[in-house]
């Protein structure tokens, strides 16, 4: 495997910079030279990198999908296929989403799509993403006979349909007792269409 280009670095490192100013203060009030000065670099090398704020965002939510794609990396590779789905049922009704990436960026981004159809694409792309990675894991337990169910494309969608209702509904409870009876809740109903027992 070759190694990645400076360009390629020096981009992730610009990336990752906004993120963090985006994190604080908004991607609304980040600016190429909030991002420069959190990476201790001119801002004309920023430029260089990305000609505009909305490349930056762009590589922002490629970021969001990486760090998403942890959903589906489990600890361990081993286990059969039912318990790999479990297992990644699991980590979508949980508190790792926090952990990949700020709700407060993630909604400041998923903003932008009311208003930047380019922006719109790629987020519709990371949720189909999310829900190829689901549905390939459903289509194997299928073919495995571990569960039945009659089409794992809609199954991935309404499981996503429920954990990203839950999550844009959570974000406003304070109380964690409250937030962790909802969500195992959501986790239920999400396991009861594969048939599963949560």
Known sequence: ???RSLKEDQQKRIVEAFYEVAKREGIENTSFGKVA???NMRQSLVVH???TKEEMTLGL???IIMRYENIYLLESEKGNALEKLIAVMNNIFSRKWDSYIDDSVFYNCFALIFRNQVI???FRELHLLLRGWLQNLIQSCMEQGLIKCEDPSRAAD???VISDGAYYYLSMVQDMDEYDMHLERYRQEAFK???LKG
Do not use: N, P
Request: proline share 0%; charged share 30%.
């Open 1 to 3: 495997m070759g190694r």
């Open 37 to 39: 000065k959190e990476l």
């Open 61 to 63: 939510i490629d970021l």
């Open 120 to 122: 719109k694409h790629r």
């Open 49 to 51: 990198y990305f000609a």
């Open 193 to 195: 269409l594969l048939g």
């Open 158 to 160: 309404l499981v996503f």
